[in-house]
């Protein structure tokens, strides 16, 4: 069954019960400690956010649910908030310098090649591809806001030392 429920039209627990269902095959233990790992991993202070199917079960590229292709074929969207956590990528690897950063995945892992032990990690805990991209909370509202591309706040941003 194939779950549409607009993501913007639930709560944050829903849609990290959908995350762990989609994402985790519904195993929340798996799921808690994908964020642990991910939170330790993190300069202090960094927010992190989850983005596309995994949050609202259609792909936008084609509007397919997650995984159509099969478990473990759609990819996890970790988008990293915070100015600390934007320095660990390369000087040219910013669609926005200083707030926006391309994403960091199997096809370009050298981009941020700090962050790249972490993320494959993860790749294996999830069982499925993850790429990492860094944002300001402004270019993560914005594109909630107006290219109608949701998102759920996993671990809150705090104030970097």
Sequence with gaps: MTETKDAKNMSDEQVEARVAR???DG?????????????????????VALRGSVVTNKRWEDGKPFDAEGRGTSDLDVT??????M?????????????????????????APTLNPLREELQKLA?????????????????????????CMVIEAQKAP
């Design 87 to 111: 320095e660990f990528w390369n000087e040219d690897a910013f669609y926005i310098p200083k707030l926006h950063t391309k994403p960091l995945c199997d096809t370009d892992p050298g981009i």
């Design 80 to 85: 990293l908030v915070g100015d600390k956590v």
């Design 22 to 24: 989609l994402a985790f």
């Design 27 to 47: 195993d929340a233990l798996r799921y808690r400690e994908f964020l642990a790992k991910l939170k330790a991993g993190l300069p202090e202070g960094t927010g």
């Design 127 to 151: 069982g499925r591809p993850v790429a990492f991209q860094a944002t300001s909370n402004l270019i993560l509202y914005a594109r909630d806001v107006l290219f109608d591309e949701p998102y």
